[in-house]
């Protein structure tokens, strides 16, 4: 059997249209079958976290302060005031607005000197080394995975007096 140009046609089109379904199947699947979990880095409400979801914070390294666990009681290295069970609880929920590379290279020239914070996770190996820029308005930081975050907070929300 010969089929014509619009036999032909038709074909390569179911062919594509069949191609295309075959790509598309397993992102299908997993969107229909899995349930959603909370294990993604971006929420609905368009928010960022700093850590991993599930991560729990074994040793904080600020610039001029050293948080750890000892005896399951957190401690600072040189003393702060304050508890230090806090700071290192508004480290583990910081969640901030995702800031795109646009906006990053927009602000890129006012960025003054970084500061660098130490975060050990429990079961790592390595810690995550996150950059911190403090701008008028807000604060810039980078995350574990590597993006770009803004957060409107007080000074001493992140980086406590000692």
Known sequence: MKLTRRGWNNFIIIGVLFFVAIIQLPELLKQRLLPETSSTTQSTAGLVRLLPPEARIAKLVLPDVIFSQQAGNWQSE???NGDPTVIVSHWSGIAG????????ARLNDKLTTPRSVEVWLVDQAEP??????QLPQFWLLQNWAGEWLAITVEPGYLFPAT
Do not use: G, M, S, W
């Not at 607005?97 to 990053?104: E, I, L, Q, S, Y």
């Not at 995550?128 to 820029?133: A, D, F, M, S």
């Open 128 to 133: 995550y080394r996150l950059t911190v820029y």
């Open 97 to 104: 607005t995702k800031v795109d590379a646009d906006t990053f």
């Open 78 to 80: 040189p003393a702060i």
